[in-house]
């Protein structure tokens, strides 16, 4: 039985590989004795494993040679790459019940807050004084790097943070998920390897698998990634990136700690590791919060944002703020891939809400009114034994522990058949391992229909 275990490692191993396209057709496999080496087990498992794989057509030997991939024929499919889950706990799959659920779906699980939240009516004048001004915003191509004007805006707000950068040091992007993905081009080849926390944003388990390249989970704790197992992962799997939250972690919304993002940043000048900050919830938190650009200046650290969490989803526009080299080839492959930045209708919208008076005055109004609202959500869910991992400086995520027991996708599930859509805790787990967890967005939690949901859903047979 344990043979047949660690065979069936190797073979899955294997089919990832040719999956993400880090073994391409024809190409050779790996020797029997280096793969074994590789995995950990004898060369008689690879052997059996290889034979195993051409009996189902997935190689072939070649007398003399060894093995090799064979043509498959088949176009590239995301949702295939790595092990196959079960569709409730599939980033994909919780991506697109949020994304398209209809106006009588409640979505405690998805990860943006509801229209009336938003800041409605700036974003009206702004639209409204897009159009009294006419002209070639409604029609022309973005710049190369986005409007200069929103440029040093943002180079301002950095530099209020501690974070000194000028205008050309930032580039703007249609938005935060494209920013992530212009850098994984520049930075990455298939068959790479990339650092995540554990649990992280599903998305960017999602965005990666589409890059073909490995992703190795590093357990995240109250204060930041285990520096001991972040540091035992550089020296194993030689990554070439680390993604990370530091701020208003998603999904925890824990903080790294300064004694913590010290000691990363020193491992990841070490080992020439490139690190990209998602500091989107930034302006949800009260004060500064550590992070790591800051800290590092954009030696070795990437910041990226966008506006979809505090002015707009519907809106598209983000950013990369990275050294002046790293800024200057983003830009070419910015052209090759969506020809310019994002349009000038986003970033002058974006420009003109940020510098209204009353959008830092609705900031202020919005963290006051989370705060009351996690700890409202926190109250409802204690009864059903429901408990917050850790009490946010920030946002609007609380990750939660479920009771001894409870398993988060049966849950979902159920809740699903009520219309409401839950995000599951292995939804954002590399190691799988956080099945006794739920991510609830406190704005979305509604007027209590979600909490009868959940009650019922967590009895014994509601699956």
């Not at 554990?198 to 998305?203: A, E, G, Q, T």
Request: proline content about 6%.
């Amino acid at each position: 039985m344990e043979q047949d275990t660690r065979t069936a490692t190797v073979m899955e191993a294997v089919k990832r590989k040719i999956a993400s396209r880090a073994l391409e057709p024809g190409e050779k496999l790996p020797s029997i004795r280096g793969f074994a080496a590789t995995m950990r087990v004898s060369p008689s498992t690879v052997v059996t494993a290889y034979d195993r794989l051409a009996a189902e057509g997935i190689i072939y030997a070649r007398r003399g040679s060894g093995f090799f991939v064979a043509d498959a024929a088949r176009p590239f499919s995301v949702a295939e790459v790595g092990p196959q889950l079960d569709r409730e706990i599939d980033p994909f799959w919780v991506s697109r019940q949020s994304l398209d659920a209809g106006p009588d779906v409640l979505k405690p699980g998805c990860g943006w807050m509801p229209a009336d939240w938003m800041p409605n009516e700036a974003l009206q004048r702004g639209l409204r004084a897009l159009a009294r001004t006419g002209g070639g915003h409604l029609f022309d191509y973005g710049e190369t790097r986005g409007a200069a004007n929103l440029r040093h805006l943002l180079a301002r707000q950095f530099s209020d943070e501690g974070l000194e950068v000028n205008p050309g040091q930032v580039l703007l992007t249609p938005s935060g998920t494209q920013a992530i993905d212009l850098i994984c081009r520049f930075f990455l080849r298939p068959g790479d390897t990339v650092l995540v926390d554990d649990p992280c944003y599903f998305n960017f388990q999602a965005l990666l698998k589409a890059h073909r390249v490995e992703v190795v989970g590093v357990p995240f704790t109250r204060s930041g990634p285990d520096t001991a197992l972040f540091e035992e992962a550089l020296n194993r799997y030689k990554p070439k990136l680390y993604i990370t939250n530091s701020a208003l972690h998603n999904p925890t919304g824990a903080t790294i700690s300064p004694q913590v993002a010290h000691k990363v940043l020193n491992l990841v000048t070490a080992h020439g590791l490139v690190v990209i900050e998602d500091d989107i919830f930034g302006g949800f938190a009260p004060e500064p919060l550590p992070n790591l650009a800051v800290l590092d200046g954009l030696e070795r650290v990437i910041r990226i944002g966008s506006f979809s969490k505090t002015l707009s989803a519907s809106v598209r526009c983000g950013y990369i703020a990275a050294r002046a080299d790293w800024v200057e080839a983003l830009v070419d492959l910015q052209v090759a891939t969506n020809f310019g930045g994002p349009g000038p209708v986003a970033s002058d919208l974006v420009h003109g809400v940020l510098s209204d008076g009353s959008y830092r005055k609705h900031m202020d109004t919005l963290r006051v009114r989370l705060a009351k609202k996690r700890r409202e959500v926190a109250a409802r869910l204690e009864p059903l034994g429901i408990t917050p991992w850790v009490s946010p400086k920030g946002g609007f995520y609380l990750w939660c522990r479920l009771p001894a027991g409870q398993d988060a996708a049966t849950i979902a599930r159920a809740a699903l058949r009520r219309n409401v859509v839950l995000a599951p805790g292995n939804v954002f787990s590399v190691s799988q391992s956080m099945t006794g967890f739920l991510r609830f967005n406190v704005s979305q939690m509604g007027n209590g229909q979600v909490y009868d949901v959940l009650e019922s859903a967590m009895k014994p047979g509601a699956a």
